[in-house]
């Protein structure tokens, strides 16, 4: 354990889902005070509330995820575009506006975003509404990480596709005959990615080691985007 986070306190979002409980152990590992919340944060007030609980916040790991659903553009039912708003970009938005206050005053921190690389190339037209979704994250960090620049406060994503976790890429699929089939032809590292390996660029990201590094895309699929 080489406690690279000692010293550090993180906030962790949707901690029990996605990329949540591969970086809480990660950064735990590492000695950082880790703050990990289950909550959705899908009132407005929510991530005002929950910033304010923790008080003191070196980082944020914004980890917000919903299933990537299915519809064609005229099949696009109005709840499930919101869906993906309400539970990956409103709370995003939220949770970047109620912490920056307290690092732009002490001109350090950082907030990272798990994210998708699936908006940086053209996926199944079945998952418009999500990849939509998932862009709309990617072009806020890339125009509020801008913005917290000037204050020396970083914000930036992690666009990561074909990685282990629960939610997108679970152990039954990775199992399946037909998904190890495809994967080669998929990826052009010919392998699926681990959770560790996510987890160790998004200590990257919150470390001193990226402190020249504002409003980035950083992909993390093994060459697919």
């Given amino acids: 354990m080489a406690e690279r986070l000692t010293g550090r306190r993180i906030l ?11 970086i809480v152990d990660h ?9 990990a919340d289950t909550g ?8 005002d509330l929950l910033v304010g609980r923790c008080g003191h916040l070196d980082a944020v790991i914004a980890n917000f995820e919903y299933p990537a659903y299915r519809a064609r553009t005229v099949d696009i039912a109005d709840a499930e575009w919101q869906a993906g708003f309400d539970h990956m970009v409103h709370p995003l938005m939220r949770t970047v506006r109620a912490v920056a206050p307290q690092m732009i005053a002490r001109r350090s921190g950082s907030i990272v975003v798990t994210g998708s ?9 079945q998952t418009i509404s ?18 917290l620049a000037r ?21 039954e699929l990775l199992a399946n005959p ?4 495809r994967l080669p032809t998929e990826v052009p590292a010919g392998r699926i990615g681990t959770p560790e390996e996510s987890g160790e660029l998004a ?22 985007s």
């Fill in 151 to 171: 204050h020396n406060v970083r914000l930036n994503a992690i666009a990561q596709n074909f990685v282990a976790n629960p939610v997108y890429y679970p152990p």
């Fill in 12 to 22: 962790v979002t949707s901690a029990d889902t996605f990329m949540g409980p591969a």
């Fill in 130 to 147: 999500y990849v939509t979704a998932r862009a709309a994250q990617l072009a806020f960090v890339r125009s509020a990480g801008h913005d």
């Fill in 117 to 125: 690389s699936s908006p940086l190339r053209r996926m199944s037209p």
């Fill in 27 to 35: 950064f735990r590992a590492e000695g950082a005070e880790v703050i």
């Fill in 178 to 181: 037909r998904f190890q089939e």
């Fill in 40 to 47: 959705l944060l899908l009132g407005p007030d929510d991530a």
């Fill in 203 to 224: 200590l990257f990201l919150v470390s001193e080691a990226s402190s020249f590094i504002f409003g980035q895309i950083i992909s993390n699929d093994g060459g697919w």
